[in-house]
């Protein structure tokens, strides 16, 4: 039981209740991972539509964006940082260019592709929706110490390096 109780926790409890031979270490940090994805996913999709986008649209065009001028890529490269397949990138795109946020184009480098590029529009949406973003994140991560997150964000970059090296 952490210092703290937690939804996990409670969990937990039955589960020790239940089956007390049972190894709960896994399952404690695969749930508290969850449930903090969870709840950070709510505070960051409240601050996106605030700004009319969805969490994947900002994704895309925050995607443009940090490929920097003139802010534009085919769409492979998109669906593969994005880790979506291409016919969902296919639909995604076909909604932010109805917003006038993005337009395909033809690839001067290859004839039988398109790259997708932000227009003005995207691109002051984007910028305004990222500053919001980064302060929402500041204001997310404020509870716990500097020294925390520091020692977090190098726990979760090791375990995310042994789980894209496993292929998952």
């Known amino acids: 039981m952490s210092a703290n109780p937690d939804a996990v926790d409670a969990i937990l409890a039955q589960w020790r209740r239940e089956k007390p031979d049972l190894d709960l270490g896994p399952m404690s ?23 009319g986008l969805s969490s994947w649209e900002f994704d895309v ?36 260019e109805a917003r006038g946020w993005i337009v395909r184009e033809a690839n001067p480098g290859d004839a039988r592709s398109l790259l997708v590029r932000l ?38 970059a090791r375990l995310l390096a042994v789980l894209e090296k496993d292929g998952v």
Do not use: W
């Open 29 to 51: 940090l695969i749930g508290r991972l969850g449930r903090c994805a969870a709840l950070i996913r709510r505070r960051l999709d409240a601050e996106f539509e605030r700004f």
């Open 61 to 96: 065009l925050a995607t443009l964006y940090r490929s920097g001028t003139p802010y534009c890529l085919a769409p492979t490269a998109l669906f593969s940082t994005l880790m979506v397949t291409s016919g969902t990138m296919t639909h995604r795109l076909k909604g932010l």
């Open 119 to 156: 227009t003005a529009e995207g691109l002051t949406q984007i910028d305004a929706a990222l500053l919001a973003h980064v302060e929402n994140e500041k204001r997310i991560m404020a509870p716990l110490p500097a020294a925390d997150q520091a020692e977090l964000d190098a726990a979760l």
